[in-house]
């Protein structure tokens, strides 16, 4: 039987030579029972979806007031701020241990293969979302005439682009951690008196021609791109000082370590914040079947694009280029594909990734606990599809038929932008209207659109997920032998036995007795 490391390890683990006489049924758990209390939490998570949606669907006739709702909804409220309290956190912590241990070429070489990834799928999710609406049709029965109109801010395609580079380099680190840069808009009217006299009274006419100024603001959200620069540059810098810096990686890799503790504590909660959250949002729904109706074909659209876009490209890349059997990789990512699913967000996934990156497909932790973060801030494949269909979806109801040009223009716009979408729920709408704006299309026009956000935001976090992830692989499998081995010297195995003597760090006495049963616990050894 092939050893294994321990869960959460990051050496392989000091092994009895007798452990091949261990009893079977002490190996592992065998039968039905076993395999419940092995997939007990993915087994209450699917439970409290079904319950959710069962539950969502039952209580919509009652017409629910808002404070009845609520207080049904608090309990995934106060799930999703307990996953964000510890986020940010993991964020800082993995990224600078993470780092810390690659050499510089190595780190080079890994950003490189994200970022390009993150660009290349950004593009070919657009293309996917292109084509299904080229195909589906989906404006040919939406009547706009009823919808409400939405107040967006206006934002020019190149003060987002701007924004993007100004926050790689925060100036404050504590204020990204709640704050980031964000150009604002002051409308100012500029009376004009009309030289024209009117013809019945003589008097003279007036009229406001306004202008827009520019000036940069903060708005509220974590600088996630930005903390991640800074925390590469720290980590490189502990990395090349060497021995001084050996205790300052030591602090951070057990942060990272404390933190995940917690996180698979708080997992726990998951299946009853993820109920309330269903929940919650199917009750507050207000003509269901006649937004299906009229929106039907574009839900369609984009769902079939999403799960093209999941179960064939990302599939077929990860197949390609990982050598890694899709659809039992993304079978061992499934807690996290349902906790995106319901929180709308993968930010908020990000233990659980790195969990089945690192346990369950054996990704480098140098790797997975970089990479992870980093696509969490730049990659947005089901948002890229999302934005590309809404957008020529909406230019089609409002009278203007994109033509190759503007589809052209949009693909691109989506491509780039999709590097700047935060990964909070419905921040899609913002790039949305961005796009809009770019073509001449009223951003008064997605109103209708919202309608259907509440399933359009989590199917497309989930094909974001299924992404994030894939990437980690795909850089492992490129990178692995620029990878140092890992040293020894932070934590040692002991063997469950007798006469166990340990003589200094790192060395265990290799004399034994064989009438002890054989185990394997994690000891720190404090020189």
């Given at each position: 039987?092939?050893n294994e490391?321990?869960?959460g390890?990051?050496?392989?683990?000091v092994?009895n030579?007798?452990?091949?006489?261990?009893?079977?049924?002490?190996?592992?758990?065998?039968?039905?029972?076993?395999?419940?209390?092995?997939n007990?939490?993915?087994?209450l998570?699917?439970?409290?979806?079904?319950?959710?949606?069962?539950?969502?669907?039952?209580?919509?006739?009652l017409?629910l007031?808002s404070d009845?709702r609520m207080?049904?909804g608090?309990p995934g409220?106060?799930f999703l701020?307990?996953l964000?309290?510890?986020?940010?956190p993991l964020i800082i912590?993995?990224v600078?241990s993470?780092?810390a241990s690659?050499?510089p070429?190595?780190?080079?070489?890994?950003?490189?293969?994200?970022?390009?990834?993150?660009?290349?799928?950004?593009f070919m999710?657009?293309v996917i979302g292109?084509?299904?609406?080229?195909?589906?049709?989906?404006?040919?029965?939406?009547?706009?005439?009823?919808?409400e109109s939405?107040?967006?801010q206006m934002?020019?395609?190149?003060?987002?682009?701007?924004?993007?580079l100004?926050?790689?380099?925060?100036?404050?680190?504590?204020e990204?951690?709640?704050q980031?840069?964000?150009?604002?808009?002051?409308k100012i009217?500029?009376?004009?008196?009309?030289?024209?006299?009117?013809e019945?009274d003589?008097?003279?006419?007036s009229s406001?021609?306004?202008t827009?100024?520019?000036?940069l603001g903060?708005?509220d959200?974590?600088?996630?791109?930005?903390l991640i620069?800074?925390?590469?540059l720290?980590g490189?810098?502990?990395n090349n000082?060497?021995?001084?810096g050996?205790?300052?990686?030591?602090f951070?890799?057990?942060?990272?370590?404390?933190?995940l503790?917690l996180?698979?504590w708080?997992?726990?909660y998951a299946?009853?914040?993820?109920?309330s959250l269903?929940?919650?949002?199917?009750?507050?729904?207000?003509?269901?079947?006649q937004?299906f109706?009229q929106?039907?074909?574009?839900?369609?659209?984009v769902?079939?694009?999403?799960?093209?876009?999941?179960l064939v490209f990302?599939?077929?890349?990860?197949f390609?280029?990982?050598h890694?059997?899709?659809?039992r990789?993304?079978?061992?990512?499934?807690?996290?594909?349902?906790l995106a699913?319901?929180?709308t967000?993968?930010?908020?996934a990000?233990?659980e990734?790195l969990?089945a990156?690192?346990v369950?497909?054996?990704?480098?932790?140098r790797?997975s606990r970089?990479?992870?973060?980093?696509?969490v801030?730049?990659n947005?494949?089901g948002s890229?599809?999302?934005?590309?269909?809404?957008?020529l979806?909406?230019?089609?109801?409002?009278?203007n038929?994109?033509?190759v040009?503007?589809?052209?223009?949009?693909?691109?716009?989506?491509?780039?932008?999709?590097?700047?979408?935060?990964?909070?729920?419905?921040?899609?709408i913002?790039t949305?209207?961005?796009?809009?704006?770019?073509?001449?299309?009223?951003?008064?026009?997605?109103?209708?659109?919202?309608?259907?956000?509440?399933?359009?935001?989590?199917?497309?976090s989930?094909?974001?997920?299924f992404s994030?992830t894939a990437?980690?692989?795909i850089?492992?499998?490129?990178?692995?032998?620029?990878?140092?081995?890992?040293?020894?010297?932070?934590?040692?195995?002991e063997?469950?036995v007798s006469?166990?003597?340990?003589h200094r760090e790192g060395q265990?006495?290799?004399?034994v007795?064989?009438?002890?049963?054989?185990?394997?616990?994690?000891?720190?050894?404090?020189?």
């Amino acid at each position: 039987m092939e050893n294994e490391p321990l869960r959460g390890s990051t050496e392989a683990p000091v092994y009895n030579n007798k452990s091949e006489n261990k009893p079977k049924s002490s190996r592992n758990n065998s039968g039905c029972t076993g395999r419940v209390q092995n997939n007990l939490l993915l087994i209450l998570t699917v439970g409290g979806i079904l319950l959710g949606i069962a539950i969502g669907f039952a209580v919509r006739p009652l017409n629910l007031s808002s404070d009845a709702r609520m207080w049904l909804g608090l309990p995934g409220e106060i799930f999703l701020r307990l996953l964000k309290m510890l986020i940010l956190p993991l964020i800082i912590c993995s990224v600078i241990s993470g780092t810390a241990s690659l050499n510089p070429k190595s780190n080079g070489k890994i950003s490189a293969i994200a970022f390009t990834y993150c660009l290349l799928t950004n593009f070919m999710s657009c293309v996917i979302g292109l084509v299904f609406t080229l195909i589906i049709k989906p404006a040919r029965f939406v009547d706009t005439k009823n919808t409400e109109s939405v107040k967006t801010q206006m934002l020019q395609t190149q003060d987002i682009f701007a924004d993007l580079l100004r926050n790689l380099v925060p100036d404050n680190i504590v204020e990204a951690c709640f704050q980031q840069v964000q150009t604002q808009y002051k409308k100012i009217a500029n009376e004009i008196e009309s030289m024209k006299a009117n013809e019945t009274d003589g008097n003279s006419t007036s009229s406001q021609l306004y202008t827009f100024s520019k000036y940069l603001g903060k708005t509220d959200g974590t600088n996630i791109l930005g903390l991640i620069v800074v925390c590469l540059l720290i980590g490189i810098a502990i990395n090349n000082s060497q021995e001084k810096g050996k205790h300052f990686l030591r602090f951070f890799t057990s942060a990272t370590e404390v933190v995940l503790i917690l996180l698979r504590w708080l997992l726990w909660y998951a299946p009853l914040g993820v109920f309330s959250l269903i929940t919650v949002s199917l009750a507050g729904i207000e003509n269901l079947e006649q937004t299906f109706v009229q929106l039907g074909l574009f839900v369609l659209t984009v769902f079939v694009g999403i799960v093209i876009h999941q179960l064939v490209f990302i599939a077929l890349i990860l197949f390609v280029l990982a050598h890694r059997n899709p659809y039992r990789y993304l079978l061992s990512i499934s807690r996290g594909w349902m906790l995106a699913f319901a929180a709308t967000s993968t930010a908020v996934a990000i233990p659980e990734m790195l969990h089945a990156c690192e346990v369950s497909n054996k990704i480098d932790k140098r790797v997975s606990r970089y990479v992870v973060p980093f696509c969490v801030t730049l990659n947005a494949d089901g948002s890229a599809l999302y934005i590309t269909a809404a957008a020529l979806f909406v230019a089609t109801v409002t009278g203007n038929s994109p033509d190759v040009s503007t589809t052209i223009i949009v693909v691109v716009l989506t491509t780039v932008a999709g590097l700047a979408i935060p990964s909070v729920p419905s921040s899609s709408i913002v790039t949305l209207v961005v796009i809009l704006s770019s073509i001449n299309i009223p951003a008064e026009a997605i109103g209708f659109l919202f309608t259907v956000e509440w399933f359009l935001d989590r199917i497309r976090s989930t094909s974001n997920l299924f992404s994030h992830t894939a990437c980690a692989a795909i850089v492992y499998r490129f990178c692995k032998s620029d990878l140092s081995p890992l040293q020894f010297d932070e934590e040692v195995y002991e063997v469950k036995v007798s006469n166990l003597d340990i003589h200094r760090e790192g060395q265990v006495d290799n004399h034994v007795d064989s009438g002890k049963e054989d185990g394997l616990h994690p000891v720190h050894i404090v020189s």
